[in-house]
Every structure is written in C-alpha cells, then in structure tokens.
C-alpha cells in the first residue's frame, strides 16, 4: 500500500477520533413538545385560550417501543473495501463474539443507549442485529475493524464500540433520530388551530338541548332554511336526504353531497348557497351563514366522534346551530371556550309523552297494530319476522345492512293506513333517520355487541342514551299516535328497562380526533420504509391529546392497510382507500376492495363492464336468506365504487351507469324483504329455527337485575327450561302453531319425571356392566 494512501487512512482516523469522545459523551435526546400546528396555521398566527391543557413542558408520554420495526439494511457492500484489514490484519471472528457479549453485558452501555432512546427491548434488537452485521460482512467499514482489531489484542476500550453500535441502532430504527418532530407532528393538544379559517370569525353558537322527538331540529332547520347559505351536517345518508328533499320543497335550493353521492340541483354543476351532507363531508373552508350540526352527542363515538369534532370547531359559519342530548351541553360549552366563543342554549322538552308498561308482552299473539320490536341482531329478525307471519300477520322489516331505499320502502309500507302491514321488526337503525308512526316500542332484548376503547367486541347491557334514542320513536309528534308506550318481550328483562330509563343520561367528558391524511404523510417523510399501518400505530402512541379529546379507534383503518399494504401505491392514495366505509364483515366486499386497490394500482380504470364481471351482473332475485345477505353485500360494492368515484374520477369513471344498476338492485333487495318469510323458511332449518335462535338469545341474556346494568351478560347461562326447544322438531311444531311453548315446557317437565323413574334400574345395570368388564380384564392378567 502506498505512503500516500497510509497517510489518508490515518487523517481520516484522526478526525474520527477527535470527534467520538463527543459522540460517546453526549447527552440524552431533549424531546421538545409543541403545538404540531402546519405551517399555513403558524403563518395564521391564530391563538386559542385553553383550560385543562396539558402543559408544553410537562414530560412527553415514553413511546411503545413495541410498535418500533426494524429496518432491514443492505449488508453486501462497504465503501472502505478491505482497507481495515490491510492496515490491521484479519479479524478472529470468535474473538470479536466474546467482544459483542461483552459489550452487550455491560451495564453503562445499556444506560447510555437508554438515555439515548433505546429501552432494554430494543436495545436487543439492535444488539442482535448489529452482531450479525459484524460477524457476517465479509468486510467491515476501516474504522469499526481497527478498533475491533485494538480490542482484540488489548489496545482498546470494549466502550469504544458504542459509537458503531448507536449508528447502527440509528439505521434500523430510523426513528430514533427525528423523535423530536415525530412529537411535534403528533401533538393533538390543540386541534381548535387547526382551523383558522373558523378563528379568523366570532361564531355565535346556539345549542339546540332536548331528548327525541322534542323539536330542536326542527327550530334550527328554520333558521337553516331561513339563512342567505347554509350546510345541514347530519349523521345519516338518509338524514341527508331528508333535509335536501325538505329545502328543495320549501323553494329553498340545496344541495346534496354524501360519501356515494353529489347531487347540484344547478343544470350545469353550480353549488348551491345551501347543501345538506352527511357529517364526514362538510367543508371546513367555505363559508356559510347557518350551519346545523345534528346529534351531536355522537361526538363521543369511538369511530366516528372525530366528524362531529372537526366539524364544530372547523366549519365557518356565523351561525352554528348545534342539536343533541341536553347531557352535551356542559362539555360543548367547556369545547367552545377554547375557541372564545360562548354558547346560547335553547331547551326543550318532548312534544309528546310516552310511557313505560308495567307489564310485559310475553308472546307474540299479543302483538297490536302500531307495535316494534327492536332487536339487536339479524337473527333475531329472521326469527320474529318468521313466527309473526306463521300467525297470519304481515311485518315490515328494517335493519342497519339494508340499502337506504329498501329501508324508506319498509318505513312506508308500515306507516301507509291502508297496507295491511301494522307491526315492524327493526334493529337500532330506527333510532334515527327515519320518520315511523309507532304505538309502542318492545324491546326483545336489552344486550346488544358494542365495541369497546380497545376495539373488543363484546356483549353488553344498552346505555341509558341508547334506549331513550329508541324508546323515544313511540308517539311521535308528526305521527297518528299521539302518546307512546314502551316496554320489553320478556318481563325479566321489563324491570332492568325501568331502571335503565330512570337513570339519567351521562354527560358526554370527551372529544374524538383523528390523524389527517398531511399528518401521516409527515410522519412516512421521516419513516419511509414504515407501512401505513405501522405509521398510524407510533402516531397514535406518540399522540399526546389533553383531558378533553380521545384519538378514535382505528382498527378498521389499519384492517384496510394490512389488506393492500402488498399493493404498490403511493401514500396518498392508500391513505384514502383505508378511510373506505365498508363492511369488513362481509368477506365480498373486502374481497372486492382489494380487487379494486390491485386495479387502480395498475393504472388501469375500473369501468362499468369490469364491475359488472366482477359482480356477475345481472343478479337473480334471492331464494333464501344466504342470497338476500349476497345481494346486500353487492349493494355495498357498488358503494364502494361510488364513494371511490368521487376521490378518483378518473379511475372510476362510470359512476352513471353504476348507479342504475345500484337502483335495480335496490329494487330487487326491496322485493326480497317483502318476501322475506319465504326467503327465511327455504334456508336450513338450522339456522332460521325460531326458537332456537330465541333460545341463544335469551341465554345471552340470564337472569334480570340491577346488578347486569354495568356489566357484560354475554357469559350467562342458559335456561334449562329452554334447552327443549333446540329441537328443531319442536321449533317447526310451535313455528306451524301445532304446539304452544307452554305446552312445550309441561311435556318436558312429564319427560324429566320419567327420566327419574329409571334412575336406579340404570344404575344398577351399569355397575353390573362394570363388574363384568372388571372380572374380564382380570381373567386376561391371568393369561
């Protein structure tokens, strides 16, 4: 080698040198928390007072360093060659082992690499993937092979290799250099300042306060309908049409704009001054001069409460009327005070009384005309519907899955004096959104499955707040009955309902947030080999939100993410397919999302006769229940397609001919519900058995007290006076009216008697049995 090249080889050790001392010394990272505002909103210089906010100095939350992936790096190439080895010599690679261990061992290192954001987990990570890149390159950078070689032969420090060892953690785990923004970008403690179009006007906010049914929509849709512009933000796709449907007929032109649709009433596509929409779509930069903001306790909802957040602090309008439960009045005037705004309160109370029955319904062949059943499953609907209609009634039947046009198709049916139909079978769904002339509210059961914090699914007993928004559908004002009654099918379940109605609703404490697409893609800018749902994990973790707001539940987005994340697209892109609202119950629809995410992928559009293929259109009408749920799945497609229609125009150009045959389809659906008994009797008896289902049900339910009010009763046991009924012999029995449960249950007790009668002949034929079987085996042992 060269004097030369001796001579560059030593400066450069040198300089190395001089600056590791530094390196090895320096502190610990000094996190600095800030407002995470944009740029835009700094430029803005808006300011909110706030109260209850988490200090900027106070110490950021420590990181789940479990949600940390570590980088793969590329090991086949070093810059240096094999200059370490020709200014040294060859490495012994058991000795540099030793070494590795026993820097590994070394309690300062561990300490200082904490200090330096790498806890004990992945500090082995990091350990173990740095001991691999030592001991399998086939040639080290010169640096790190000169001090292995000087710690080899007792020239050096072991501590000497930390340097090395951090840059290396530093590469696989890209994160820990840029923490600092990764806060700063995750910071959520002031989301009021995100929106300084909104602050850059003082809005007056008047709150709309009443239970169901007491007219506080109807006194801010006036002055909706009154205002020079306006936007209705809505829960509901078919709150959304009803507001569009009522302005238009007022003479007041409007919009319609929802996840699937768009709708100008101009011929040539301009925006009305008002437009109704549903809560995820309204815009926080155009201005209007009313806004109403509906159901906004639903702010608290762990999926959905972040809508209803930007929202009312986002949207500009000089007026923001905002309609809920009177138990969110506290914490919207709590909200608004970091905004400076003050709210006006209007209150009001129902327009028509209803009242709770002092007894239970107990069988079906006491049913009246105007009555509902609320049941919280599909099951339970096929049941009902079935054994109502084996009396010679007819039912109208409405539940979440079902389109928005079979849905008023049903409500109108059950509401029209002159169709014979008088009773109806429903889910929740009836709890908004639809307008029913309802006598009597009966609820078959008070579980329903809810999703918990952590995004658990499990079985538990109805809020206060979810049976007041379904008890209060009896007697509505605008309907024939005049005063409701409400009260349950089964008269165990009547006094937990009484106690569930007396308590007062509880106030609503918290806010929902969720991270913005500009969010995220910060974060990938400084994580680039992170996936999507990855990214959305350390930010959720890194999150810091104050006592008054909640990051939402992202399950279902990071669902989505993981399904594509094989799909190449950019981030944009993916982000916004993960945002889809669909079923991923449904195995068709997430099949086609992801059919749809591998087209667009390839740059090539979805078109009419694509979609048509891939749902093998034209569809025959259902022939039982399995091909009814098909139906309603290829419905939520075509949904898809539609909402996708609208964020990538030109991939999905054929959203005209998408929605016709969405209508025929709709059509078709329509036509199954109203033969949804026959649907229900040409499937397995198994599955559609009545009483079978009712039997599970029940069992989910247990015995009523006070006591389950809090608590899961998904655990309960069942009822041994119904474990007849599993027979699917006895459920056509009582299906067909050949057999009343009562009778059921007294043939059962006669059985049970003569079961007991044999006993002891049993018992002693058996241990008869027995004392043969033991003289065999013995007569064995002796051979």
Request: hydrophobic residues 35%; glycine residues 6%; neutral net charge.
């Amino acid at each position: 080698m060269s004097v030369n090249r001796c001579i560059y080889l030593l400066s450069r050790l040198q300089s190395h040198i001089s600056t590791r001392t530094a390196r090895i010394t320096a502190g610990s990272c000094h996190v600095s928390s800030g407002s995470g505002l944009s740029h835009k909103q700094r430029q803005a210089g808006s300011v909110v007072c706030s109260r209850n906010v988490s200090s900027n100095s106070s110490s950021p939350k420590p990181p789940d360093t479990s949600l940390f992936v570590p980088v793969s790096l590329k090991t086949d190439s070093v810059l240096d060659g094999t200059v370490g080895a020709e200014l040294t010599q060859p490495l012994d690679r058991s000795e540099v082992l030793k070494i590795m261990n026993r820097f590994y061992k070394r309690k300062e290192m561990q300490k200082l690499a904490a200090d330096n954001g790498l806890d004990a987990r992945l500090f082995h990570q990091a350990f173990i993937s740095f001991r691999k890149f030592v001991l399998e390159m086939t040639s080290l950078p010169a640096e790190l092979h000169i001090i292995l070689n000087d710690i080899c032969h007792g020239a050096g420090h072991i501590d000497d290799i930390y340097p090395y060892f951090m840059h290396h953690a530093k590469q696989i785990f890209p994160m820990l250099d840029c923490m600092d923004d990764l806060r700063k970008i995750s910071d959520l403690r002031l989301p009021a300042n995100w929106y300084p179009e909104a602050r850059a006007i003082q809005r007056k906010v008047i709150f709309h306060a009443g239970p169901t049914n007491s007219g506080k929509t109807y006194h801010a849709i006036q002055r909706y309908l009154a205002a020079k512009s306006g936007v209705y933000c809505g829960p509901l796709k078919l709150l959304a049409h009803e507001i569009f449907e009522k302005s238009n007929t007022a003479g007041v032109t409007c919009d319609l704009v929802t996840g699937e649709e768009r709708t100008f009433m101009d011929s040539e596509g301009r925006a009305a001054a008002h437009v109704s929409c549903t809560i995820e779509m309204c815009s926080v930069t155009t201005p209007y001069e009313v806004a109403v903001i509906d159901e906004v306790q639903m702010i608290r909802d762990p999926s959905r409460g972040w809508a209803w957040t930007r929202a009312l602090l986002g949207i500009c309008a000089e007026e923001v009327h905002v309609c809920g439960e009177p138990a969110a009045i506290d914490f919207i005037r709590e909200l608004m005070y970091t905004t400076g705004e003050e709210v006006e309160v209007h209150t009001y109370q129902r327009l028509t009384p209803f009242t709770v029955l002092d007894h239970a319904v107990d069988s079906l062949g006491n049913l009246k005309p105007g009555d509902c059943i609320v049941c919280f499953s599909k099951n339970d609907i096929y049941s009902i519907s079935r054994q109502i209609e084996a009396r010679g009634l007819q039912c109208a039947v409405i539940y979440g899955s079902l389109p928005p046009g079979t849905k008023l198709s049903q409500a109108k049916k059950f509401n029209d004096p002159d169709d014979p139909c008088k009773i109806l079978v429903a889910t929740d769904a009836i709890g908004m959104g639809l307008n029913l002339s309802i006598k009597r509210i009966i609820f078959n059961s008070l579980v329903k499955p809810n999703i918990n914090e952590k995004g658990e699914k499990q079985m538990e007993t109805i809020s206060t707040s979810q049976a007041l928004q379904i008890a209060g559908r009896a007697g509505r004002f605008s309907s024939k009955f005049k005063e409701g009654e409400v009260t349950t099918m089964h008269k165990d379940d009547l006094p937990v309902l009484t106690e569930i109605l007396s308590h007062s609703v509880d106030p609503i404490e918290t806010a929902g947030l969720h991270p913005t697409a500009e969010q995220i893609e910060m974060f990938a800018y400084h994580l680039p080999d992170a996936t999507l749902s990855n990214l959305i994990d350390i930010f959720v973790s890194l999150s810091q939100v104050d006592g008054m707001y909640f990051v939402c539940n992202i399950d279902d987005f990071k669902f989505l993410a993981d399904m594509i994340q094989h799909i190449p697209l950019n981030l944009r892109s993916r982000y916004v397919f993960c945002t889809a609202p669909i079923n991923k119950k449904q195995p068709f629809v997430c099949t086609s999302f992801l059919k749809f995410a591998r087209q667009f992928s390839r740059d090539e559009p979805l078109t009419f006769d694509w979609v048509c293929r891939h749902v093998s259109w034209p569809l025959d009408p259902p022939k039982n229940i399995k091909d009814l749920v098909h139906l309603e799945a290829v419905h939520d497609v075509l949904d898809l397609y539609l909402w996708l229609s609208y964020r990538f125009m030109d991939m999905f150009p054929d959203t005209a001919l998408v929605r016709e045959i969405q209508k025929i389809l709709d059509d078709t659906i329509q036509e199954g519900v109203r033969n949804i008994t026959r649907l229900i009797r040409a499937m397995d008896p198994n599955i559609t058995d009545p009483l079978k289902t009712q039997g599970g049900r029940r069992g989910n339910i247990g015995t009523a007290s006070s006591d389950h009010l809090t608590s899961s009763r998904g655990q309960s046991g069942q009822r041994g006076s119904e474990e007849v009924m599993h027979s699917s012999l006895a459920g056509r029995l009582v299906r067909d009216g050949l057999l009343t449960p009562d009778l059921l249950r007294q043939l059962q007790r006669e059985w049970s008697k003569e079961q007991k009668q044999q006993p002891t002949n049993q018992s002693r034929g058996d241990a008869e049995h027995h004392s043969n079987d033991s003289k065999g085996k013995r007569r064995k042992k002796k051979k």
